[in-house]
Every structure is written in structure tokens, then in C-alpha cells.
Nanobody, 126 residues
Framework: QVQLVESGGGLVQPGGSLRLSCAAS????????IAWFRQAPGKEREAVSC????????YYADSVKGRFTISRDNAQNTVYLQMNSLKPEDTAVYYC???????????????????WGQGTQVTVSS
């Protein structure tokens, strides 16, 4: 059974940094695409970043390019999202997700993802 568990969220001041982790179990991470989405209150869920299976593709939303970096440690079955220069508009619940099927490329559509973590809250505020 596939499970995803996010951690690393918290309260940070504008300009600060956080590193989110997505620990995966029940799958061999190297063969699966993992994406990060976020949802702010009253807003639609949006894709933030993605690392494709076999590291074959990467995606960043325009709003986070140059500030966020996604990486994966296949040996630890964990994907990381390093978030720098955080802004108040980055405040949201962040989720990691993976599709049911192996070896799919990154997409930014939430309907392509079948397994989701419980989310971790990121709040950027002074």
C-alpha cells in the first residue's frame, strides 16, 4: 500500500527558508513521479513542483522558479522541497502526490495523481 507522509512545515518570516520532506512507502521511488501541490484558504489547489520518474523531468510553477528546488533521495525513498526567499503568498497547506502508474512524466494536473499525503502547513508571516 502506497503511503506518503509530508513533514517540515511551520511558521517562517518573509525571506526565510523551509525544507519540506515527502517520505514514501509501498513503492520504489526511482520509478515514480512525485509532485508537490499547495492549497491556500479559498483558493484552488495548484502544482508547485514535480520530479519525474528516473529523474527524467522536472517542473516548477512560475511563481516559485528560482526560489524552490525539488530533489529526491531514492535510497531514503524521500523527496524534498527546499523553499527559499519565502513570501506571504507561499502560505498554504503543501501536499505531495504520486500517480498509480510507474514511469509517468511530470504533470501539473492534480487529476493525474492518485496517492496524496495528509499535507503540512506552511505559514509565511512577520
Amino acid at each position: 500500500q502506497v503511503q506518503l507522509v509530508e513533514s517540515g512545515g511551520g511558521l517562517v518570516q518573509p525571506g526565510g527558508s523551509l525544507r519540506l520532506s515527502c517520505a514514501a512507502s509501498g513503492l520504489t521511488l526511482d520509478y515514480y513521479t512525485i509532485a508537490w501541490f499547495r492549497q491556500a484558504p479559498g483558493k484552488e489547489r495548484e502544482a508547485v513542483s514535480c520530479t519525474g520518474a528516473r529523474n527524467a523531468s522536472t517542473y516548477y510553477a512560475d511563481s516559485v522558479k528560482g526560489r524552490f528546488t525539488i530533489s529526491r533521495d531514492n535510497a531514503q525513498n524521500t523527496v524534498y522541497l527546499q523553499m527559499n526567499s519565502l513570501k506571504p503568498e507561499d502560505t498554504a497547506v503543501y501536499y505531495c502526490a504520486t500517480p498509480l502508474v510507474m514511469l509517468l512524466p511530470c504533470t501539473n494536473q492534480d487529476y493525474d495523481y492518485d496517492y496524496w499525503g495528509q499535507g503540512t502547513q506552511v505559514t509565511v508571516s512577520s
